[in-house]
């Protein structure tokens, strides 16, 4: 219930005993060559998220360099009037857990690769991870609830904090955890007989209770919890979740020509790209429609979505109308919303990019290379994530807004078209 801050060290240095051993290995099974399994597995720290980022954070706080927004009119200047230390809306901080624990990541992987016949090669794999201690941004001076019989929380109309003497406080800790899983399967031929080709696709699953600590890094959700005093009711699929992952690349020496040193050396690439699209949530507009104070930077509150609803089903696929907004409610005020973080997914994406390429010697190892590129050859629009907001949050039982779910952008440029020329010497 301190009133002030006090000066005095950030955090305790939590990496004094890091220990991050490794462990890889390589098997020829047959001892022809041709069969082989790898695998490895390690530990490792990383320190932009307690040292770097955090601690950007935590500088502007009082009593080093307060911020202050001296908006509206007969501001007296060149000395405006600064914030009463009895006015508790204004007394705002940026702080880090003073134990803050050293953010690791385990990692292993096995894959299993054979050679087949034509210079071709396969591959089947695992791969994994696990973070501990990844730094994490909440609300860290919220309004004390009422707990309510069924174990919900409830906030009152003027409640106080937990500590009555600030306002909100943009808190930097380190409890975030994640998971990662993944089957990885690829498909190669070796460069031979004037073309090559390389196939690969994943089916991963990447699960999390916080996608980063700044604000900046997402914008399919908030990074504060929408339940202040539960990290973990955030577990759920992250917000760079892509299930589905395919991607293929072919170069083919033309063979018109071949052997003309002047008409031979076309060559066409090709590069596919495709993925499943990205989790997000559906929010509420108003800042705070729950009371829970949970106001630092861009937190936001969910609403309600009905039992039973299938969040596969409520996808229209239409970019006017991404998913179907009559299944959500607006809850009571002073409650938190029932939908899970990362609710719905938006659209996926896909690409395909092409060039043909004139390989010409001019004399000894000096070459001159004339380039056609085409990029988004199919002129296919890839849609951003769609409008999440789904109700004003003004008024209670209101109606959903007519423009949610609405794709408002696309994540790649329209089909380009570019001559290039490279001198190789």
Do not use: C
Request: glycine share 10%; proline share 8%.
């Amino acid at each position: 219930m301190a009133p002030a801050t006090v000066p005095g060290g950030l955090f305790v240095n939590p990496s004094l005993r890091n220990f991050a051993p490794r462990l890889g290995f390589a098997w020829d099974v047959g001892g022809d060559g041709r069969t082989a399994i790898r695998g490895g597995s390690g530990l490792y720290y990383d320190t932009d998220g307690p040292y770097n980022s955090s601690l950007g954070f935590a500088i502007p706080s009082p009593p080093f360099a307060p911020a202050v927004n001296i908006v509206g009119a007969g501001i007296p200047f060149p000395t405006p009037v600064w914030p009463s230390t009895t006015n508790t809306a204004a007394l705002n901080l940026r702080m880090l857990d003073y134990h803050m624990k050293q953010p690791k990541g385990w990692t292993y992987n096995v894959n299993v690769q054979r050679e087949l016949a034509a210079n071709w090669a396969v591959t089947v794999g695992y791969a994994g991870s696990r973070g501990y201690n990844l730094v994490n941004a909440i609300e860290g001076n919220p309004i004390v609830p009422v707990v309510q019989a069924d174990g919900t929380l409830f906030f009152p109309a003027g409640a106080p904090r937990r500590n009555p003497n600030w306002g909100s406080i943009d808190y930097r800790t380190s409890d975030g955890r994640s998971t990662y899983n993944a089957l990885q399967t690829g498909l190669m031929k070796r460069f031979s007989r004037g073309h090559q080709v390389q196939l690969s696709y994943t089916l991963s699953k990447t699960m999390d209770n916080g996608d980063a600590q700044l604000g900046m890094d997402t914008a399919n959700s908030t990074i504060y919890p929408t339940n202040p005093y539960s990290l973990d009711a955030e577990w759920a699929v992250a917000s760079f979740d892509a299930r589905h992952v395919f991607s293929a690349n072919a170069t083919w020496e033309l063979p018109a020509f071949g052997n003309n040193a002047v008409l031979g050396g076309w060559q066409l690439n090709g590069i596919v790209s495709l993925h499943t699209g990205y989790p997000f949530s559906p929010s509420i507009q108003t800042q705070n429609w729950s009371r829970s104070g949970n106001i630092a930077g861009g937190a936001e509150d969910r609403p309600s979505v009905k039992p039973g609803t299938d969040p596969r089903s409520i996808i229209t696929g239409d970019p006017s109308h991404w998913f179907d907004t009559s299944v959500f409610v607006l809850q009571p005020q002073g409650t938190l919303g029932n939908t899970p973080r990362n609710f719905l997914r938006g659209p996926g994406f896909a690409n395909v990019d092409l060039s043909l390429v004139k390989n010409q010697v001019l004399r000894g190892g000096t070459k001159i290379q004339l380039r056609l590129e085409v990029f988004n050859v199919l002129n296919r629009a890839n849609f951003a994530t769609p409008t999440r907001p789904v109700f004003a949050g003004a008024t209670q039982n209101e109606a959903p807004f007519a423009t949610a779910g609405q794709v408002l952008r696309t994540v790649n440029t329209s089909r380009q078209i570019q001559l290039g020329m490279k001198v190789l010497f």
